[in-house]
T-cell receptor
Framework: DTGVSQNPRHKITKRGQNVTFRCDPI?????LYWYRQTLGQGPEFLTY????????KSRLLSDRFSAERPKGSFSTLEIQRTEQGDSAMYLC?????????????FGPGTRLTVL | GQQVMQIPQYQHVQEGEDFTTYCNSS?????IQWYKQRPGGHPVFLIQ?????EVKKQKRLTFQFGEAKKNSSLHITATQTTDVGTYFC???????????FGQGTTLQVKP
């Protein structure tokens, strides 16, 4: 297993366009998380799934953001009508959740630039 | 809401000097996790501490979890240029799976 992968690694788009990012977690990890990171800050939680169920969404996640994990494996994050303030690194992480541990392993991220 | 604070924000050291970053949570944590992010990279998991007062070592890195489970520290002995990066602590938000990250401490090491 090669770890968490994300595609694309970089995305440049014009304001108002829709973008979609994909995350492939570590095999058999039951939890998948999306975070957003801007320069000089720690990652900020956006949403997470346990298997295919979306268990929590941050208040940061406006109606323009939607995430899916249809078969409990890969996940997509879509941003509609992008704004310049959406420019950030979007990080995906996965974990094998249990009562004892929920260590999250991060992917390389997708860097979004909105012009 | 729940917050995790880290100090200092930046630290410049001469190679061979020691380095410490401190992490404080506004609430008691069930565990605390530490990550390292190299420039241009993504957070890489270093360690998780669970028990009150726990101390764990990884070579030159020593991690501590406070007795009250609200604070933690990472100490690096005799820094090397390979230690350069930003070190984040993160704690789980109450009753959820999400991690609350500190702002990070960026370490620069002069050779």
């Amino acid at each position: 297993d090669t770890g968490v992968s994300q595609n694309p690694r970089h995305k440049i788009t014009k304001r108002g366009q829709n973008v979609t990012f994909r995350c492939d977690p570590i095999s058999e990890h039951n939890r998948l998380y999306w975070y957003r990171q801007t320069l000089g800050q720690g990652p900020e939680f956006l949403t997470y799934f346990q298997n295919e169920a979306q268990l929590e969404k941050s208040r940061l996640l406006s109606d323009r953001f939607s995430a899916e994990r249809p078969k409990g494996s890969f996940s997509t994050l879509e941003i509609q009508r992008t704004e310049q303030g959406d420019s950030a690194m979007y990080l995906c992480a996965s974990s094998l959740f249990s009562d004892l541990t929920d260590t999250q392993y991060f992917g390389p991220g997708t860097r979004l630039t909105v012009l | 809401g729940q917050q995790v604070m880290q100090i200092p924000q930046y630290q410049h050291v001469q190679e061979g000097e020691d380095f410490t970053t401190y992490c404080n949570s506004s609430t008691t944590l069930s565990n605390i996790q530490w990550y390292k992010q190299r420039p241009g990279g993504h957070p890489v998991f270093l360690i998780q501490l669970v028990k009150s007062g726990e101390v764990k070592k990884q070579k030159r890195l020593t991690f501590q979890f406070g007795e009250a489970k609200k604070n933690s520290s990472l100490h690096i002995t005799a820094t090397q240029t390979t230690d350069v990066g930003t070190y984040f602590c993160a704690g789980p938000a109450s009753n959820t799976g999400k991690l609350i990250f500190g702002q990070g401490t960026t370490l620069q090491v002069k050779p």
